[in-house]
């Protein structure tokens, strides 16, 4: 089926009023924020958590009622993605509970997400980057791709080989 930004919404709040750590109180205040959409040509932001203007994000008091919505990929509402859009509402959510920053503490919440997507990340970046894409930058030696929205004009070199990448027209079409 389908996900929705409810549907997800509900079901990472079920699973985070399981665990010790969060309480009720933040549940519901967490319940309250309003999930909203990135534009679909947001590569490497796949989540955003969006405080008010002239929060102070430092301040010892930041939470929920601080946050002016949160913002997803719209391609984590697919079925493929639908486990990654979770982990990534989840990192959202924590933000929002007044974790400005990606410290320990952040690291500790967010580890305790039981599914391992370590990887998942970066697929979705090189997904995105590719349905984005207007230039390959090609390998000559592995054939590796790397999609991107501008050209690389001699200036990239592979990973694997460290050779430099050339510059391909991208086809949508052969994709
Ligand atoms: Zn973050
Ligand atoms: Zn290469």
């Known amino acids: 089926m389908q996900p929705t930004l409810e549907s997800m919404k509900s079901e990472v709040l079920h699973w985070m009023s399981s665990k010790p750590f969060f309480t009720n109180k933040e549940i519901q205040s967490l319940n ?22 002239g929060t102070d994000v430092h301040s010892a008091t930041l939470g929920p009622n601080d946050v002016k919505c949160i913002d997803l990929h719209p391609h984590l509402l697919t079925e493929d993605w639908q486990e990654y859009g ?3 509402l989840y990192h959202e959510f924590i933000h929002a509970l007044g ?5 320990a503490n952040f690291r500790r919440l967010e580890g305790c997400w039981e599914k ?3 990887d998942a990340g ?3 970046t090189e997904l995105m980057r590719r349905e984005n894409a207007t230039w390959l930058w090609v390998c ?10 501008k050209k690389g004009a001699g200036k990239y070199r592979c990973r694997n080989c460290n050779v430099i990448l050339k510059d391909i027209k991208f086809n949508q079409s052969t994709v």
């Open 99 to 103: 974790n400005f920053a990606h410290d």
């Open 140 to 149: 000559s030696s592995c054939e590796k791709e790397y999609p991107r929205r």
């Open 122 to 124: 970066k697929t979705f």
């Open 32 to 53: 309250t924020i309003d999930l909203g959409f990135l534009r679909r040509n947001s590569t490497q932001k796949h989540g955003v958590c969006r405080f008010h203007k």
């Open 116 to 118: 391992e997507i370590s």
């Open 86 to 88: 979770k982990t990534v």
